[in-house]
C-alpha cells in the first residue's frame, strides 16, 4: 500500500513540475503593468467603500495635490526673485606675489631615488 502511495506522489510530483515549466515566466521591473497610482485610484472608486471614506481619500488627493503645487511655486518665486550678476576681469601683472609660506610635500617616494633605482 505505502509502494501505491509513493508512486502516486511522484506522478503528482511530476504533473506539478511540467506544469511549471508550461508557465511562462515573469520579469520584475520598476515600471510595472499595474501603476501604483492606478491601484489607489481603484481604491478610492471600488464599489465596496462607503460614500465617506471616498470623500476622504478624494480630500486627502486633493489636498496632497494643492501642497505640493503650492511648494514649488513658493519655490520658484524665491529662486527667480533673486537674479544672478558675474562680472570677471582679467588683468596681466608684471611681476606675480607669491604666498609667504610653502606647502610641505609629505610624499614618500623621492624622485631622485626613484630615478636612481629605475635606470
Given at each position: ?13 511530476e504533473?506539478?513540475?511540467g506544469?511549471a515549466?508550461?508557465q511562462?515566466?515573469?520579469r520584475a521591473?520598476?515600471f ?6 492606478s ?5 478610492i472608486?471600488?464599489?465596496q467603500?462607503p ?6 481619500w ?6 496632497c495635490v494643492?501642497f505640493t503645487?503650492h511648494?514649488v511655486?513658493?519655490l520658484?518665486?524665491?529662486y ?9 576681469t582679467?588683468e596681466?601683472?608684471?611681476?606675480l606675489?607669491l604666498p ?6 609629505l610624499n ?7 630615478e636612481h633605482l629605475v635606470t
Amino acid at each position: 500500500m505505502e509502494e501505491k502511495d509513493l508512486e502516486e506522489h511522484k506522478e503528482g510530483l511530476e504533473e506539478k513540475e511540467g506544469a511549471a515549466h508550461k508557465q511562462p515566466i515573469q520579469r520584475a521591473s520598476f515600471f510595472s503593468q499595474k501603476d501604483l497610482s492606478s491601484e489607489y485610484f481603484q481604491t478610492i472608486t471600488r464599489k465596496q467603500q462607503p460614500v465617506w471614506c471616498k470623500f476622504i481619500w478624494g480630500v486627502v488627493i486633493i489636498a496632497c495635490v494643492a501642497f505640493t503645487i503650492h511648494t514649488v511655486y513658493n519655490l520658484l518665486k524665491t529662486y527667480l526673485e533673486y537674479s544672478s550678476y558675474n562680472q570677471e576681469t582679467v588683468e596681466w601683472v608684471a611681476k606675480l606675489a607669491l604666498p609667504a609660506f610653502t606647502i610641505c610635500n609629505l610624499n614618500v617616494i623621492n624622485k631622485t631615488r626613484w630615478e636612481h633605482l629605475v635606470t
